[in-house]
């Protein structure tokens, strides 16, 4: 019986391992990052065809774990995110009806992952400048194009087997393999083929505008404020978030838009919104650029109508619009094969985006598996934390999203919502079914 790699490093002194990472987008990163600087090689797998995830378009609600992950790891000198300083509710005229000043950071898919990459392989751009290699940090290897198939035990290691898309196929032999492919994992598929990712019968029409393109009236609802507007059926929220290759200048920032509204499962109206302008069915995600004008044309109409002003500017002038199906999915557990297999952040539970916890949960399972690997935590401290973080928070948004489109609530209710889905990770109190393991 080979000895699980997790008892070879107790207490943070066994040897150096190669982990074996699916998935290279912010959680594979930032599993790779945490993971390298103990000194541990990493490669990581992306399915993606081309060497570089970009145009993905989304802001993003920096969290505390979050802002200690760049804390910890960012070796870039390059300012992560914009200030928000209120956060407040319009009514459908756009008057400001209710308001809290709480401050909160918000940032960019785009600088996100340029950050990461600068950090994990080296990566240059221009969103930031690559910082100098540190010798005590493992090897990094990115490699795009690697389709994973399937994976087996070998001697005291895994190997995972993968395809590219010319057909090729291949092998990648390591210690540990972590599962951090989305919500849509195939490491989690193989795993847990009884697990399904559900359609929940809305989608998130999302998008950017330049904040220098916009109304005065626009920019004093959005600028340095998380702003939003609820009625039967809908919910949108706006920020500002970095610009152009990460510029947080004003006036080149982007006003950011999640723009929730219900669309029936197998509903004409669905099956309008999901097909590009090429004509083809996307299943979750229609990418930035490939809306069909057509339907985008359709939605602008309707947000002129039941939006207050300054948030239909903001849909109308969109450029780029893209949609994403709001979905549910979470694993049993995140531990196979006696530690061999780890599943992190997206691939072990999908959070509707009403929890804006998606990126603070691939930070925080990376840091917290990390100081597992280190030993600086029990592996029972580290199962605890991450399977209690992912059911409650998972359950959360599931609420939250049930509520915001299928019931008429007061402001105060939505108000409330908000504000227990904004409490600090480290002072919630899981109950019992959410860290049973």
Known sequence: MTTPPNEQLAGGQGKKLHFVIVGGSLGGLATGLALKSLGHDTTILERNPVPLLQDQGAGIVAGGDTLEFFKRYNRCDQKFAVSSKRRQYLDKEGNVVHREETPQNMTSWDLTYNLMRANYDGV?????????????????????DRQVTDFKEEGDGIRVFWKTGQGEEGSTYGDILI?????????????????????????????????????????????????FFHSPGVQILAYLIPGKDGTVEPDQRLMNFVYYTNFPEGSAELEEIMTDKNGRRRQITMPPGMTDPVAWEKQRQIARERLPPQFAEIVCGTKKPFV?????????????????????????????PHTVASTSQAAFDAMMYADYIAGKISKEEWKRQTIGFARYIQKRGVDM??????????????????????????????PEWATAF
């Not at 240059?124 to 010798?135: A, F, L, M, N």
């Open 124 to 144: 240059e751009s221009p969103y930031c400048k690559v910082p100098e290699p540190d010798p005590t940090h493992g090897k990094a290897v990115h490699q795009h």
């Open 179 to 227: 599962g951090a492919d989305g919500p849509s994992s195939t490491v989690r598929k193989i795993l847990e083929p009884n697990v399904e990712r559900k359609y929940t019968g809305y989608c998130a029409l999302r998008g950017t505008m330049l904040e220098s393109e916009a109304s005065e009236a626009a920019k004093e609802a959005f600028c340095e404020r998380f702003t």
């Open 324 to 352: 994403q199906a709001v979905t549910d999915v979470i694993s049993p557990q995140h531990e196979y094969m006696g530690g061999r297999v780890v599943l992190i952040g997206d691939a072990l539970a999908g959070f509707r």
């Open 401 to 430: 999203g049930q509520r915001s489109q299928y019931q008429n609530l007061s402001l105060q209710e939505y108000v409330h919502d908000r504000n227990m889905a904004s409490v600090p990770r480290e002072q919630e109190v899981y």
